[in-house]
Each structure stands twice: as C-alpha cells, then as structure tokens.
C-alpha cells in the first residue's frame, strides 16, 4: 500500500457526483486494497452550497470557487461530473496543465475536445480517463484500450441512447404517438425536461464520436458525423417493420473504408435477429467487429447515478494502480488527422419509404419509373392502407443498396409527383 493518498477533487454532486461520494467515502476500505493506495475525498466543488444533497458529505469539503481545487497543488485528480462545454473544457484544460489527472463523465468535452485534452495529458504526462463519457457503466473505453488492442476494428453498431430507445419502444409496444411516449419517458425520469439532445441525435453523435475516434484513432468530431433524429416516425412504421422483420432503433454506425471512414447517427430498420434488435427500454448496447476477434457485444446500463459511477470510480482505481506502477507504463492514445469521413450522399444503404398516394391505376408505375430514373432497385413494393371514402392508399417501397444521394433524390422526385400525397416516412434500413 502505497503511504500517500490519491487526493481527489470533485466537480460535481448531481446524480452521478453523489453515487461517487457515497462510493469513496463508504467503500474506502475496498478501494484502497484495490487501488493500492487510499482515494482520499478532499475537495467538491458544486454552484449551491445551501442545496439538500442526497450523501453526506463534510461542510468543510464544499466549495463554489474553482481554484480551491484546480490550484490546490495537493489534490492529484480531478474528478469531472458537473457537465456542459464551458467552463469544464476550461477546468479540466486548467487541472491537465497544473500536472494533474483528470477523470470525467463529460461526453460534451471529450467529444469536442477529447483529442486536443488528451495531447495536453500525453505533453503533461498525465492521465486522462472518460470511461463514464460513453454508454455509462458499460465498459466500452477501456475494452478498447486493452482488450481490443490488437485488432483493426471494422465497424461499430450501436444503441446509445436509451432515452430515445425506451421512446421508440413504447411508441412500438404501446402504439404512443414520438410525443406521447416521450412525455412518458419524462414521468419515468428516462428524458430530460427538454429531451432536445435525445430525440434529436446530439448525444448518440457525441457518444459516437468519443466510441469512433478511439475506434480508428482518428480525430472523428462531432460535426463529422451524419445525424438525424427520431422526430419522423410515427407509430404505424412499427407495425409496417414488425410485418417486414424489422424493428426500428437509432443507430449510431462507424465503418471501416478504404482511407476512409463512415459515421452516421440516424433511425434505422434492424432486422428482428440482429442483436441490437433486442436491446430494449434504457439499456445501451455496442456491437463491435474487429479483424481479430470477430464480433462482440457489450451491453448494459447506459445511464444513472450508480452504473456510471462504477464507471467513474473504476477508472479513479486503475488511475491510482497506473500511477503506482508508473506513469510511462500507461497505454495512451495517438490519433491521426488524415482519415476522412465518408459524405452521408456517398454511403451505400437500404431504404424504406411509406407513401400516401391517391388510389388510382398508373401511380405504382409512376413512382417505379422515379426509382429506375434514380438508379435505385426496388427490393418490395407493397400496397398497405387503403382509405375508400378519400380514395388514398399507403404504398411502402424497401430498396435495394444504393447511395444515400439517389435515394434522397428519388424521395423528393417521388413528393412532387401529381398522385402521390407525401412521402410520410424514410427510413434507412440495415
Ligand atoms: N446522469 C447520468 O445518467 C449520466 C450518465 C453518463 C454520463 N453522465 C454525465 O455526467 C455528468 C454529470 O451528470 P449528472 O446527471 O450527475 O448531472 P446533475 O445531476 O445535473 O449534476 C451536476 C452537478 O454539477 C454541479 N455543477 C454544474 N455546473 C457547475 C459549475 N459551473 N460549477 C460548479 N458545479 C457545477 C451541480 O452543482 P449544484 O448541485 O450545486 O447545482 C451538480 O451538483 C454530465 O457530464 C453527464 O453527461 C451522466
């Protein structure tokens, strides 16, 4: 056992600052003999010193002020589980250039800046850990910091939002207009009060910037990556999947290419075997295939206080065994700048399209002459829903791969023509 602690400053005493507290300051004796070296809490810093908090934590170790911990030259890491871009870019660039490590749960930051911190942690010889940025307790980071090591990974499928994966399954199950299953999901404490970020894509892109830059060691940012929300679907696309062996999930997909890589975040059709079919309410689930190994699935709790914390906390042991042993035995990262991400108008893909139309001789051939001007081969073309009193049917077309740019194209050509209502629903199907 090491004779000095592992002093930790703590940003953060929310809902996963809190389970980290009450890990370190109830489990002391564990962590120690696992760490090699007492993890002494000695410092949290919060905006509101009046606030109930739901673990006892000592007055004296509160704090508003940042410099209390970022220049206190005794704390050794800090412990990042406030959220937000800025001011914990800021914070943590501050605690990596003072020498310290940093561990943090923040999938903003490491998302946006995690190459540019991590390159400042290497030139400080300093440890940066973010297990907790991604797929919450699920050991993603440090599976691919180790244990995959040895492969080239070839692409990467993933449910990494279960706040829009328990919508869409309620939505699946229960018949729920996006709306309604989302209010659910608010009263479930399974979406935030604006579910903006969820719904609409921004965190899966994040997660999967943080899962594909580690993946391909390429600088993957945000910004790179294709994304799409679940905001058009509606609860008959369901039922048309389920009938054409599909379920319908949003899928944060990374693939290896020639020199270059795919990244989209979008609602796909999946079909009902593959595994991530099966990945149902709040769970995430990450569907890896590397050269080597072949594919692997790791599954789990995605969110909450406690499975992230056991992330948290798990990196702040291997911190304290890696300092131990010392610093230059720690595996890094290095990331290259060169690949480039694939145009979501380049990436081959099925599609599926539900299209109101009026229900009436010629409209089947109209819209397959736009598929054949298109390039695009249909795979089925099914007449669902007849509504007799408007003189309306539902059409739903899956195709055959072909690039997104002629499958958009004949999605907008198939709106414009004379009997046709509207395309009411696209989506890419794997
Ligand atoms: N919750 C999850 O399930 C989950 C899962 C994976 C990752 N994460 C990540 O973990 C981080 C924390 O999430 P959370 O759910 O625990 O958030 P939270 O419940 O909102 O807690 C945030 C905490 O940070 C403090 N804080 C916020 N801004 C601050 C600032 N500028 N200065 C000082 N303290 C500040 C707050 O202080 P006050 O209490 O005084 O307001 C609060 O204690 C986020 O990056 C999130 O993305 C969360």
């Not at 940042?66 to 220049?71: E, K, S």
């Not at 995690?114 to 300093?126: M, R, T």
């Not at 294709?226 to 609860?235: Q, T």
Request: hydrophobic share 45%; proline share 4%; glycine share 8%.
């Amino acid at each position: 056992m090491a004779s000095s602690p592992l002093n930790v400053g703590l940003i953060g005493l929310g809902t996963v600052g809190t389970q980290v507290a009450e890990r370190m300051l109830t489990w002391q004796s564990q962590l120690a003999r696992r760490a090699g070296m007492e993890l002494c809490l000695r410092r949290v810093l919060v905006r509101d010193l009046a606030k109930r908090r739901a673990v006892e934590v000592d007055k004296e170790l509160l704090t508003t002020n940042p410099a209390d911990l970022l220049d206190d030259p005794e704390i050794n890491v800090i412990v990042e589980v406030a959220g937000g871009e800025e001011p914990m870019r800021g914070y943590l660039e501050r605690a990596i250039g003072a020498g310290k490590h940093v561990v943090t749960a923040n999938k903003v930051v490491m998302a946006k800046h995690g190459p540019d911190l991590l390159d400042l942690a290497a030139e400080k010889n300093v440890d940066l850990y973010f297990e907790a940025a991604v797929g919450g307790g699920i050991p993603l980071i440090s599976t691919f910091r180790t244990d995959l090591q040895a492969n080239r990974i070839e692409r990467l499928s993933a449910v990494i939002n279960g706040t829009t994966n328990y919508v869409l399954g309620r939505m699946a199950a229960a018949n729920l207009t996006l709306d309604e299953a989302v209010r659910e999901a608010q009263a479930a404490g399974f979406a935030e009060a604006d579910p903006t970020d969820d719904v609409g894509g921004f965190d899966a892109t994040y997660k999967l910037a943080i899962l594909g830059s580690i993946a391909y060691e390429i600088k993957v940012r945000p910004e790179d990556i294709f994304r799409e929300g679940i905001e058009g679907i509606e609860p008959v696309d369901f039922r048309y999947a389920r009938e054409l062996g599909y379920a319908i999930k949003l899928i944060a997909h990374t693939q290896r290419h020639p020199g270059r890589i795919e990244a989209r975040v979008h609602p796909a059709m999946i079909p009902l075997e593959h595994p991530l079919a099966q990945v149902e309410g709040a769970t995430n689930a990450v569907f890896v295939e590397g050269d080597l190994v072949g594919q692997v699935l790791l599954v789990g709790q995605g969110a909450g206080g406690r499975p992230t914390a056991s992330a948290v906390v798990g990196d702040l042991i291997d911190l304290a065994r890696s300092i131990r042993r010392g610093v230059q035995s720690r595996p890094s990262f290095t990331f290259d700048d060169r690949v480039a991400v694939i145009p979501m108008g380049e990436v081959m893909t099925r599609a599926y399209y539900r299209i109101r139309v009026d229900d009436r001789a010629g409209v089947l051939a109209a819209i397959g002459q736009v598929y054949a001007e298109e390039g695009v081969s249909i795979s089925s073309f099914i007449q669902k829903g007849a509504w007799v009193e408007e003189r309306t049917a539902e059409i739903v077309v899956t195709t055959h791969p072909s690039s997104d740019a002629s499958l958009q194209k004949a999605r907008t050509a198939i709106a414009k023509l004379e009997p046709v209502h509207a395309v009411s629903s696209f989506l890419r199907v794997f």
